[in-house]
């Protein structure tokens, strides 16, 4: 299943202490071996000012074999560094830490540095040294200290280049300390950020020409959109804010253009809150979240496919039950050994079941139970119980009856209403306008105009029917 780990791809898209955690899941998941993460996290911690942690990777890819001096004399200049940037900032450090400075602070910011001038004699130099002092903390492996430091910062300075900087240090160390609350509103405040100017990306070798507005969106919301996983899959209400963001059309257009890999957590988000959406347990939004995600799957097929882009694929594009089942099972190794999706993987299959369920028992009126048990992949006895849930805990309990006897379910649907048989006809005379032009054209190309209508006629038939 390494074919389909997506780390190395998302990494060059991360912080380089970001990294750390998805390093750290892969030596569980022995997805590769267990020297070469160890490595790949030896050459990120070289680039921190973790002398510690880096020498203590060194010794586990090199025992026996002595500590490079370079690390002993790192440690002394990180050591003088952090003391230096202390000092330097201490002045700021005793002015914020007073109450009474904090109740004379106002939101005019060139007012409060000018009280802050007149009162206590800080100048601007010194509030830059606060931003200093917490990016090194941060680099020190210190993230709640380095959070705290560039808060402060951003409450101070007007310099827009530096609290652009700031409010990314500041995401990171929020993420990288699970403050998840906190950080999905530095989150927020960083996507208004990038979205009302062409915000710098947060690392030199990512940023674009300076020239180049659009493109320099571009990158910094390729940036966000991967940095919002952390937050998206740990905070309660991620996966519905994940679709909220993801398919807004600027991100989806980010997506699309510079990292289609990231269609996997879309479509995962789509799964995992179908079920929630079928109870009314959603927004809008989301209740139709998985047709758009559907559509944008069969778009963007040419370039990213993986088992959980195809399972929905191919039950709501190709309608293939079989091929679905097949998908869903290596969907759920992929799932269960990805560092995002992970502690998902038993919600994720449950709601692909009920997707199958959903799709199935509106093809069919009469559903061997067996059968469909087959393609939920469970047994007899586990797929009756499960469909036996399902029908109880969803609206599917209006339409459907079980008939143990005959170990059937039945599907009774109520008859359509005059509008929706109007809405109905009107799509089917659109569909036979279209059949009557495509007659017009060249043999071939009428033969492929049919087998495009048809699967459009099929696909938009289902997929209404299921969102």
């Known amino acids: ?18 990294a750390f955690p998805l390093l750290a899941h892969l030596s569980e998941t022995n997805l590769f071996p267990q020297e070469q993460v160890q490595a790949a996290q030896y050459e990120l911690a070289k680039g921190t000012n973790m002398v510690d942690y880096a020498v203590s990777l060194f010794e586990q890819l090199n025992p026996g074999e002595p500590v490079p001096e370079e690390f002993s004399q790192k440690r002394d200049v990180a050591v003088s560094t952090n003391e230096r940037l202390q000092q330097e900032a201490q002045a700021v450090l005793d002015v914020i830490e007073n109450p009474d400075v904090a109740q004379a602070l106002r939101q005019d910011k060139n007012q409060n540095l000018q009280y ?12 830059t040294a606060l931003y200093n002092f917490g990016k090194f903390q941060y680099t020190y492996g210190n993230y709640s200290g380095a959070a705290d430091y ?8 007007t310099d827009a280049d530096l609290n652009a900087s700031a409010a990314w240090g500041k ?46 969106q571009l990158h910094s919301r390729t940036w966000l959109v991967h940095w919002a996983l952390f937050v998206y899959f740990n905070h309660p209400s991620g996966r519905t804010l994940l679709l909220d963001t993801f398919l807004v ?7 699309q253009t510079a990292c289609p890999w990231v269609l996997r957590y879309l479509a995962a988000g789509a799964v995992l809150a179908r079920k929630a959406a079928a109870t009314g347990g959603a927004p809008a939004r ?56 992970g502690e998902f993987r038993d919600e994720f299959i449950d709601n692909a079941r009920y997707l199958i369920s959903e799709a199935y028992c509106r093809i069919h009126q009469r559903i061997d139970i067996g059968d469909l048990s087959e393609r939920l992949n469970l047994s007899r006895d586990e797929g009756e119980k499960w469909i036996v849930n399902l029908i109880r805990e969803t609206r599917m309990g209006a339409d459907a009856r079980i008939d143990l006897e005959k170990n059937v379910i039945e599907i009774h649907r109520a008859p359509l209403p005059v509008y929706q048989t109007v809405i109905e006809k009107t799509r089917g005379l659109a569909f036979r306008t279209q059949a009557m032009g495509a007659a017009l054209l060249h043999p071939t190309q009428q033969a492929q105009a049919q087998v495009q209508q048809a699967q459009q006629a099929a696909a938009a038939a289902t997929v209404a029917a299921a969102s």
């Open 150 to 157: 560039l808060y402060h910062f951003r409450v101070l300075s």
């Open 249 to 255: 059309p600027t991100y989806l257009n980010t997506i």
């Open 116 to 127: 802050l001038k007149d009162n206590y004699n800080l100048t601007l130099e010194q509030i």
């Open 1 to 18: 299943m390494a074919d389909h780990d997506l780390s190395q791809t998302i990494i060059p898209y991360l912080d380089r202490h970001l």
């Open 286 to 341: 989301v209740r139709h979240a998985l047709k758009e995600v559907v559509r944008v799957i069969q778009t963007e097929e040419y370039q990213y496919q993986d088992p959980v882009t195809d399972f929905l694929r191919e039950l709501y594009v190709n309608f293939d039950f079989e091929a679905a089942q097949k998908a869903l099972l290596a969907a759920e190794r992929v799932v269960g050994d990805d560092f995002f999706l």
């Open 171 to 216: 995401l990171a160390a929020d993420i990288l300390t699970g403050k998840w609350d906190t950080a999905l509103e530095e989150l927020t405040a960083l996507r208004e950020l990038v979205d009302a100017r062409a915000a710098q990306a947060p690392s030199a070798h990512a940023a674009p020409s300076a020239g180049d507005a659009a493109l320099a």
